[in-house]
């Protein structure tokens, strides 16, 4: 696609629940970030896959959260048993590593909302 | 580890009136530097970047020049309009690592 897709743009889950969000980057990006902005927060970074190597989950806050990415391209954020502080913005972007690397590109997010 | 460190507090400014937005950063060998902004309701999107030193990356009247003796991506605009109010990013990209290290972002209003 021509930019990053995520869906849904807008979840509203009820607490204990468990979601899944997804992301699709730009064709041929071999980084995928995942991060987190809460109102008014700046970003909180999560995960990120670069091309065949071991995910750095060293932003994921608990082991309720985990992400996979399925033949190096769609991304799915999973969490699990929904806290009410797992309301925000969820951020993917992909970036083309290949050399110098270039910027990142971001979807517009999905607003969850645990209720 | 790779680091980016912006200015918190958030700016507001009349029309017209001068912007610098402070970025510092700490990262092994040469990073690539760039500042996403995200106006409101929208997603994050490049504003300009900087690939070596020296550089001066610039767009919409905004600028920042690559400071390695400093290590600060400091952003400037001549004069600000309310259309640029939105919160501003710095980050950094190891070459090595490939991987987007952003600063916690700056909140800019601009006032008629």
């Known amino acids: 696609g021509a930019g990053v897709s995520q869906s849904p743009s807008n979840k509203v889950t009820e607490k204990g629940k468990d979601v899944e969000l997804r992301c699709d980057p730009i064709?041929?990006?071999?980084?995928l970030y995942w991060y987190r902005q809460s109102l008014g927060q700046g970003l909180e970074f999560l995960i990120y896959?670069?091309?065949?190597?071991?995910?750095?989950k060293s932003g994921l806050p608990s082991d309720r959260f985990s992400a996979e990415r399925t033949g190096g391209s769609v991304s799915t954020l999973t969490i699990q048993r929904t806290q009410q502080e797992d309301s925000a913005v969820y951020l993917c972007?992909?970036?083309?590593?290949?050399?110098?690397?270039?910027?990142?590109?971001f979807g517009q997010g999905t607003r969850l909302t645990v209720v | 580890g790779n680091s980016v460190t912006q200015m918190e507090e958030p700016v507001t400014l009349s029309e017209e009136a001068f912007l610098t937005i402070n970025c510092t950063y700490t990262?092994?060998?040469?990073?690539?530097l760039f500042w996403y902004v995200q106006y409101p309701g929208e997603g994050l999107q490049l504003l300009l970047k900087?690939?070596?030193?020296?550089d001066k990356g610039s767009n919409k009247g905004f600028e920042a020049t690559y400071r390695k003796e400093t290590t600060s991506f400091h952003l400037e605009k001549g004069s600000v309009q309310v259309s640029d109010s939105a919160v501003y990013f710095c980050?950094?990209?190891?070459?090595?690592?490939?991987?987007?290290?952003f600063g916690d972002g700056t909140t800019l209003t601009v006032k008629p």
């Open positions: 990262a092994t060998g040469y990073p690539s």
């Open positions: 972007a992909s970036s083309l590593v290949q050399g110098a690397p270039t910027e990142a590109f």
């Open positions: 064709s041929g990006h071999t980084a």
């Open positions: 900087a690939t070596k030193a020296d």
């Open positions: 896959f670069q091309g065949n190597s071991a995910p750095d």
């Open positions: 980050a950094l990209v190891n070459t090595n690592a490939g991987k987007s290290t």
